[in-house]
């Protein structure tokens, strides 16, 4: 069974400080690992990531990918108000129905951030 | 832009109603996906569609089943509402393998069903 695991649950840090979320998978078929923010609406897709070691960078934002110790980052750095949110992990895998091939999505279970001013 | 649209934001229900949830992307993705969302739990899987007419069954499909008629819209059913069903629900909708990023999944608002 597909497993993904997110650490800490909820994470509580003032302006300023600079955050790490972690995110652990067992995956079969394995093809990427995506970040999301979710704020009191639809889940906005932050990364994917597909090579282990390669960072990718989004303003304040990075994330790096690590396939053999199967886990990957989220760096938050000079964390503002507006980055409270749920961060969510999700695993890319590949399967097959009858024939036809899809990808599918496992979630972990979130990491709950607030950050106060 | 990219749309994924749900039909209510919130819906009050009574246990034993029948109740519809419908999502309509305009992305013209081949697949489509049910979820619930609870706290501590993350997103779960009910449904997924990777073509029109077809289904599957996700992780928690139990009490639900789902309708994909067009292209664009997949639906949710609860056959008899339940309070164990009380839920945030999410659609979202992707591209096939070989159509790019197929991973990628696009997020509606989410419904908030409250079932009494």
């Known amino acids: 069974e597909d497993k993904v695991v997110q650490s800490p649950l909820s994470l509580v840090v003032h302006e300023g400080d600079t955050v790490t979320l972690n995110c652990s998978y067992e995956?079969?078929?394995?093809?990427?690992l995506l970040w999301y923010k979710q704020e009191k609406k639809a889940p906005t897709f932050l990364f994917m990531l597909t090579s282990s070691g390669i960072e990718k960078k989004s303003g304040r934002l990075s994330s790096i990918l690590d396939k053999k110790e199967l886990f990957s980052i989220l760096n938050i750095t000079a964390t503002q108000t507006g980055d409270s949110a749920v961060y969510l992990c999700?695993?890319?895998?590949?399967?097959?129905?009858?024939?036809?091939?899809?990808?599918?999505?496992?979630f972990g279970q979130g990491t709950i951030l607030t950050v106060h001013p | 832009d990219v749309k994924v649209t749900q039909s209510s934001r919130y819906l009050v229900k009574r246990t034993g109603e029948k109740v519809f949830l419908e999502c309509v992307q305009d992305m013209d993705h081949e697949n489509m996906f049910w979820y619930r969302q609870d706290p501590g739990l993350g997103l779960r899987l009910i449904y997924f569609?990777?073509?029109?007419?077809?289904?599957e069954k996700g992780d928690i499909p139990e009490g639900y089943s789902v309708s994909r008629e067009k292209k664009e819209r997949f639906s949710l059913i609860l056959e008899s509402a339940s309070t164990n069903q009380t839920s945030m629900y999410l659609c979202?909708?992707?591209?096939?393998?070989?159509?790019?990023?197929?991973?990628?999944?696009?997020f509606g608002p989410g419904t908030r069903l409250t079932v009494t």
């Open positions: 979202a909708s992707s591209l096939a393998p070989g159509r790019g990023l197929s991973y990628e999944q696009y």
């Open positions: 999700a695993v890319g895998s590949l399967s097959w129905k009858q024939g036809t091939s899809y990808g599918k999505l496992t």
């Open positions: 995956v079969t078929n394995f093809r990427s």
């Open positions: 569609s990777y073509d029109v007419k077809m289904k």
